[in-house]
């Protein structure tokens, strides 16, 4: 095996051996495995084997077509083509494949070396009916990129990982089709090399940048309307975007819904609250932040989070966006800091008769703790007594409450510092 892949396979022979019957000898259920037909669907060819229409021949050291007839005859139903991680080199083998494969929808040629080979135009037109295009980690020059989207019409996806772009060249043919581009883990840097993919591909619904270096937003707001007049989503995790400044400008993309933008450096310094409620107020058109739905109720908190957390602002230092919120939510009072761990410990005033005295009581103990706690104030033994709760809050409006079970622990009572603990001793 490991020869016939340093010499290189073909398509047709990674076919015949994957899907020999030899290697399926029966199938477990109905439609598992590879079925043998006298007349197989989408096969003119008599007891060909039927190969199913998504076709995954990944990391199979395929390096080129082979018989051509053969590649129509095997796939001539095939929707879906998956020959990642293999040795396509030359972009006219990759055009007889998809020459005789009528049908393809989504073709992925992922981890193959097809850096510095060419397509002639005329071999081209084998591509033109794909919708999807998977690109990564070729190192596809931007021209051959050019040639393929110049000759794919309806091209809606394209993906272009990996290949260590710093710069984007330029088409004199825009590709309108296209409604997602997928240019992740590349060397980015410069807004001025984005702004050519708005121009390129005007249409772009989703744009995914992350894992790039692009270091800030270069764009007045009026070209930032036309750059990208349809874009949806953007995706700029990891990005090197380190003003908010660069943040407002998301909001001039006309019909922009969708942002992913963490581990950059503007939000370093921030906590995982604070980053939310600063991004949700700075961007009030976007409903799913990081992949989390934007709610009504959390977009007013986060707008008047971000009133307060500039409260201690100099006026000159004030985003646009503070001024904004202000005029409608009026200047925000800080919020009081309010200590929300339960009481431990309450001062109360015991009654007994017409004695009185201040005692403190531990909330986690008993009634019958308390019981024994008594003891020493009004000179009864525990069961000589009965002990009642007054809430001093509501006064005398309800009767006191007696506190009869002796396992039942003095919290449960909502007992407040100012309370009264009534004892009255049991009569016989």
Same mark, same amino acid.
């Given at each position: 095996m490991?020869s016939?892949? /340093?010499?290189?396979?073909t398509?047709? !022979?990674?076919?015949?051996?994957?899907?020999?019957?030899?290697?399926?000898?029966?199938?477990?259920?109905?439609?598992?495995?590879?079925?043998i037909?006298?007349?197989?669907?989408?096969?003119?060819?008599?007891?060909?084997?039927?190969?199913?229409?998504?076709? +995954?021949?990944?990391?199979?050291?395929i *390096?080129e077509?082979?018989?051509?007839?053969? +590649?129509? *005859?095997?796939?001539?139903h095939?929707?879906?083509?998956?020959? =990642?991680?293999? !040795?396509?080199?030359?972009?006219?083998?990759?055009s007889?494949?998809l020459?005789?494969?009528p049908?393809?929808d989504?073709?992925?040629?992922?981890?193959?070396?097809?850096?510095?080979?060419?397509?002639?135009?005329?071999?081209?037109?084998?591509?033109?009916?794909?919708?999807?295009?998977?690109?990564?980690? *070729?190192?596809v020059?931007?021209?051959?990129?050019?040639?393929?989207?110049?000759?794919?019409?309806?091209?809606?996806?394209?993906?272009?990982?990996?290949?260590?772009?710093?710069?984007?060249?330029? =088409?004199?043919?825009?590709c309108?089709?296209?409604?997602?581009?997928?240019? /992740? $883990?590349?060397?980015? !840097?410069?807004w001025?090399?984005?702004?050519?993919?708005?121009?390129?591909?005007?249409?772009?619904?989703?744009?995914?940048?992350?894992?790039?270096?692009?270091? =800030?937003?270069?764009?007045?707001?009026?070209?930032?309307?036309?750059?990208?007049?349809?874009?949806?989503?953007?995706?700029?995790?990891? =990005?090197?975007?380190?003003?908010?400044? $660069?943040?407002?400008?998301?909001?001039?993309?006309p019909?922009?819904?969708?942002?992913?933008?963490?581990?950059?450096?503007?939000?370093?310094?921030?906590?995982?609250?604070?980053?939310?409620?600063?991004?949700?107020?700075?961007?009030?058109?976007?409903?799913?932040?990081?992949?989390?739905?934007?709610? $009504?109720?959390?977009?007013?908190?986060?707008?008047?989070?971000?009133?307060?957390?500039?409260?201690?602002?100099?006026?000159?230092?004030?985003p646009?966006?503070?001024? /904004?919120?202000?005029?409608?939510?009026?200047?925000?009072?800080?919020?009081?800091?309010?200590?929300?761990?339960?009481?431990?410990?309450?001062?109360?005033?015991?009654?007994?008769?017409?004695?009185?005295?201040?005692?403190?009581?531990?909330?986690?103990?008993?009634?019958?703790?308390l019981?024994?706690?008594?003891?020493?104030?009004?000179?009864l033994?525990?069961?000589?007594?009965?002990?009642?709760?007054?809430?001093r809050?509501?006064?005398?409006?309800?009767?006191?409450?007696?506190?009869?079970?002796?396992?039942?622990?003095?919290?449960?009572?909502?007992?407040?510092?100012?309370?009264?603990?009534?004892?009255?001793?049991?009569?016989?």
């Open positions: 490991e016939e892949e /340093t010499e290189g396979r398509l047709v !022979q990674v076919i015949s051996e994957k899907y020999s019957p030899d290697n399926f000898p029966y199938c477990r259920g109905p439609g598992v495995g590879v079925v037909r006298s007349s197989p669907q989408g096969s003119p060819v008599k007891d060909r084997l039927n190969l199913p229409s998504i076709l +995954v021949l990944d990391g199979c050291g *390096t077509a082979g018989d051509e007839e053969e +590649v129509a *005859t095997f796939c001539a095939v929707v879906e083509l998956d020959l =990642s991680h293999n !040795q396509l080199k030359d972009w006219g083998e990759i007889k494949i020459s005789n494969i049908n393809l989504f073709l992925n040629l992922s981890m193959n070396p097809l850096h510095g080979s060419s397509l002639e135009p005329c071999l081209a037109e084998a591509f033109s009916g794909l919708r999807r295009l998977v690109l990564n980690n *070729t190192h020059t931007w021209d051959m990129v050019h040639t393929l989207t110049r000759e794919i019409p309806d091209l809606e996806e394209l993906f272009l990982c990996l290949n260590e772009y710093e710069s984007v060249n330029a =088409s004199s043919m825009p309108p089709s296209l409604r997602l581009l997928h240019i /992740t $883990d590349n060397q980015l !840097q410069d001025v090399e984005v702004r050519k993919l708005g121009l390129m591909y005007p249409g772009l619904v989703s744009l995914i940048l992350s894992n790039n270096s692009l270091s =800030s937003i270069h764009e007045p707001e009026d070209s930032l309307h036309r750059l990208f007049p349809n874009l949806r989503s953007i995706n700029l995790h990891n =990005s090197g975007l380190s003003r908010w400044e $660069d943040v407002e400008k998301l909001n001039f993309f019909k922009l819904q969708e942002v992913r933008v963490m581990g950059i450096p503007l939000l370093q310094p921030y906590t995982d609250q604070e980053r939310r409620c600063l991004m949700v107020a700075q961007l009030p058109h976007v409903t799913v932040l990081n992949g989390s739905v934007v709610t $009504d109720g959390e977009r007013e908190d986060a707008e008047r989070f971000f009133i307060r957390y500039h409260l201690d602002c100099p006026e000159d230092e004030l646009q966006r503070y001024h /904004t919120l202000v005029a409608r939510y009026g200047r925000l009072a800080p919020l009081a800091e309010v200590d929300l761990r339960p009481l431990s410990h309450v001062q109360v005033q015991v009654r007994f008769g017409d004695q009185a005295k201040s005692l403190e009581l531990r909330l986690d103990q008993t009634v019958a703790d019981k024994k706690q008594l003891k020493t104030v009004v000179q033994p525990p069961n000589k007594i009965r002990v009642y709760y007054i809430d809050q509501l006064g005398y409006a309800l009767e006191p409450q007696e506190m009869k079970y002796g396992a039942r622990a003095l919290h449960s009572y909502s007992i407040r510092d100012g309370d009264e603990i009534m004892v009255v001793p049991k009569t016989q």
